[in-house]
Nanobody, 126 residues
Framework: QVQLVESGGGSVQAGGSLRLSCAVSGDTYSRYCMGWFRQAPGKEREAVARIKFSEGRTRYADSVKGRFIISQDNAQNTLNLQMNSLKSEDTAMYYC???????????????????WGQGTQVTVSS
């Protein structure tokens, strides 16, 4: 079991930056893969980025590549998402997710994550 609590959301103007954090607790096995997802009003939840928590390997959605950085702080047991050059289309509820992994692999697909946080709202105004 893993417990996830997001923080750091808020309102920012286009071009600005925000840093999201996800406090992680629970067994290490269940957080082999960790990711950030988002859901805008009226849209399906989509993947933003994922990381293999033990190795630090990352992967990003094309829409955020070059602007967002996913990282982990093992000492603090947190997962972070640094969001730069924010656009109005980045407005969404952002969720932290975790999973033990599938055969040693981590994916950017929502269906492959077992544990979810409650989300934190990010609003970008143009």
């Amino acid at each position: 079991q893993v417990q996830l609590v997001e923080s750091g959301g808020g309102s920012v103007q286009a071009g600005g930056s925000l840093r999201l954090s996800c406090a992680v607790s629970g067994d290490t096995y269940s957080r082999y893969c960790m990711g950030w997802f988002r859901q805008a009003p009226g849209k399906e939840r989509e993947a933003v980025a994922r990381i293999k928590f033990s190795e630090g390997r990352t992967r990003y959605a094309d829409s955020v590549k070059g602007r967002f950085i996913i990282s982990q702080d093992n000492a603090q047991n947190t997962l972070n998402l640094q969001m730069n050059s924010l656009k109005s289309e980045d407005t969404a509820m952002y969720y932290c997710a975790a999973d033990p992994g599938r055969g040693g692999y981590c994916f950017l697909a929502e269906i492959t994550y077992s544990y979810w946080g409650q989300g934190t709202q990010v609003t970008v105004s143009s």
